[in-house]
């Protein structure tokens, strides 16, 4: 039985689609990576303990794309776009805070890249519900998705790495950072409304609410429903995260499986998304033992006060949108003593808060473009470079500076 969407359909045969320049990105990375493997760069045993280390990622990764496309199938996006419209009661401004506060509140309880996921359909969803500019809605996912990952170990992979070198648990982890998180999604707010709530509001204030959302069906409907509480139960839980996405990717496969069998396709699965990753670990690991950890600890420097974590903080955030915030912390990690927690966290911060300016600059920055143009939203570059990157320039250095002075330091 097939009801979710319409049948295919025997149309003509369509063009190829070009491969996207980020398709080429993760082409390359991936050929410059085994390159290093066989040429001998990178040894074939730190190649393999590189691979086993990133196969929990993948699986994330891989799991969690098709969780959220068959979800946005299912209808789920559309009725969560439609209750929050309503909520709003027309009032544009009203919705700028309540997607604001969803965004921040998904990142810091769950992960980013789960708000990237999760979320980016949403606001899509929402925009489209409401006949108001998209591009708004979507921007507010993928900063926040990065400026809120800040509160909580689970918020971000990277504060895993850094609460196990610290030995943070949660609850003094977040006594240590709900300031400079503070700081962050306030800075966030005020550029988010500035450069892209304010001007579209003059179309779309005041707006007319949607009637609630009918999935067209409503087993499926409840199938994805029940896999992402699932997920998100499972996350908090402390079920390893790719675990807990297989799981429910699993449960929502099976139930498309017998009612809209045609849905699942190979395109579900992101493959630009784990070539890329895979190439970048290997080739970031053969830069540095080839010279990046001698530049990451000149330009880092051993000063344990403010100025070492300015420096920590702006290097995080250079280095993750050249090449993306996992290596770029792994690498500052490896240069900064294991007694200089304030230098670390500054670290942090610049690969949590900075990575905005290019696409690979972070997982959820390039799930999110994924999503993007999965929902056929384009988001013109050139503004999207411009605003991220003085976003992260003003966000990362106001939040190490409330680190510096806030509770704790």
């Given at each position: 039985?097939?009801?979710?969407?319409?049948?295919?359909?025997?149309?003509?045969?369509?063009?190829r689609r070009?491969?996207?320049?980020?398709?080429?990105?993760?082409?390359?990375?991936?050929?410059?990576?085994?390159?290093?493997?066989?040429?001998?760069?990178?040894?074939?045993?730190?190649?393999?303990?590189?691979?086993?280390?990133?196969?929990?990622?993948?699986?994330?990764?891989?799991?969690?794309?098709?969780?959220a496309?068959?979800?946005?199938?299912?209808?789920?996006?559309?009725?969560?776009?439609?209750?929050?419209?309503?909520?709003?009661?027309?009032?544009?401004?009203?919705?700028?805070?309540?997607?604001?506060?969803?965004?921040?509140?998904?990142?810091?309880?769950?992960?980013?890249?789960?708000?990237?996921?999760?979320?980016?359909?949403?606001?899509?969803?929402?925009?489209?519900?409401?006949?108001?500019?998209?591009?708004?809605?979507?921007?507010?996912?993928?900063?926040?998705?990065?400026?809120?990952?800040?509160?909580?170990?689970?918020?971000?992979?990277?504060?895993?790495?850094?609460?196990?070198?610290?030995?943070?648990?949660?609850?003094?982890?977040?006594?240590?950072?709900w300031?400079?998180?503070?700081?962050?999604?306030?800075?966030?707010?005020?550029?988010?409304?500035?450069?892209?709530?304010?001007?579209?509001?003059a179309?779309?204030?005041?707006?007319?609410?949607?009637?609630?959302?009918?999935?067209?069906?409503?087993?499926?409907?409840?199938?994805?429903?029940?896999?992402?509480?699932?997920?998100?139960?499972?996350?908090?839980?402390?079920?390893?995260?790719?675990?807990?996405?297989?799981?429910?990717?699993?449960?929502?496969?099976?139930?498309?499986?017998?009612?809209?069998?045609?849905?699942?396709?190979?395109?579900?699965?992101?493959?630009?998304?784990?070539?890329?990753?895979?190439?970048?670990?290997?080739?970031?690991?053969?830069?540095?033992?080839h010279?990046?950890?001698?530049?990451?600890?000149?330009?880092?420097?051993?000063?344990?006060?403010?100025?070492?974590a300015?420096?920590?903080?702006?290097?995080?955030?250079?280095?993750?949108?050249?090449?993306?915030?996992?290596?770029?912390?792994?690498?500052?990690?490896?240069?900064?003593?294991?007694?200089?927690?304030?230098?670390?966290?500054?670290?942090?911060?610049?690969?949590?808060?900075?990575?905005?300016?290019?696409?690979w600059?972070s997982?959820?920055?390039?799930?999110?473009?994924?999503?993007?143009?999965?929902?056929?939203?384009?988001?013109?570059?050139?503004?999207?470079?411009?605003t991220?990157?003085?976003?992260?320039?003003?966000?990362?250095?106001?939040?190490?500076?409330?680190?510096?002075?806030?509770?704790?330091?």
């Amino acid at each position: 039985m097939e009801t979710v969407g319409d049948p295919p359909s025997a149309a003509p045969d369509r063009p190829r689609r070009r491969l996207h320049v980020l398709d080429w990105i993760a082409i390359v990375l991936a050929v410059v990576g085994v390159l290093c493997v066989l040429t001998g760069l990178l040894p074939r045993a730190d190649a393999e303990a590189t691979v086993r280390r990133i196969v929990p990622i993948l699986i994330f990764l891989g799991t969690v794309v098709v969780l959220a496309e068959l979800t946005a199938v299912a209808g789920v996006f559309d009725a969560l776009a439609a209750r929050v419209a309503i909520t709003a009661r027309g009032s544009f401004r009203a919705l700028f805070w309540l997607c604001v506060g969803f965004a921040s509140v998904t990142t810091i309880a769950l992960n980013l890249d789960t708000t990237a996921v999760l979320l980016t359909p949403v606001m899509i969803a929402l925009a489209r519900t409401l006949n108001v500019p998209a591009t708004p809605l979507a921007m507010t996912t993928v900063w926040l998705a990065n400026t809120a990952s800040l509160l909580l170990p689970v918020s971000n992979l990277t504060n895993i790495l850094a609460s196990d070198r610290i030995g943070l648990d949660p609850v003094p982890w977040a006594a240590r950072m709900w300031w400079p998180q503070l700081v962050a999604i306030a800075i966030t707010m005020l550029l988010l409304w500035w450069w892209y709530w304010r001007p579209a509001r003059a179309g779309a204030d005041p707006f007319v609410p949607p009637p609630p959302y009918v999935p067209p069906d409503r087993l499926v409907y409840r199938t994805a429903l029940v896999a992402c509480l699932l997920f998100v139960a499972g996350v908090l839980a402390g079920v390893e995260i790719g675990v807990a996405s297989a799981v429910a990717a699993a449960i929502l496969v099976a139930g498309f499986a017998v009612r809209a069998r045609h849905r699942l396709r190979p395109a579900l699965v992101p493959w630009r998304l784990l070539v890329f990753v895979t190439g970048l670990f290997l080739v970031v690991q053969t830069i540095g033992r080839h010279g990046l950890d001698t530049v990451m600890g000149a330009l880092i420097g051993a000063d344990p006060g403010a100025e070492g974590a300015l420096r920590a903080g702006a290097v995080g955030a250079l280095f993750s949108n050249v090449v993306n915030n996992l290596p770029a912390y792994v690498a500052g990690e490896a240069v900064i003593a294991a007694d200089r927690h304030t230098q670390l966290l500054a670290l942090l911060i610049g690969t949590n808060v900075g990575p905005l300016a290019t696409p690979w600059a972070s997982l959820a920055t390039l799930i999110w473009y994924e999503r993007c143009r999965a929902a056929g939203l384009t988001v013109p570059l050139g503004r999207f470079v411009a605003t991220s990157a003085a976003l992260a320039a003003l966000a990362t250095a106001c939040t190490v500076a409330a680190l510096l002075v806030g509770p704790g330091a």
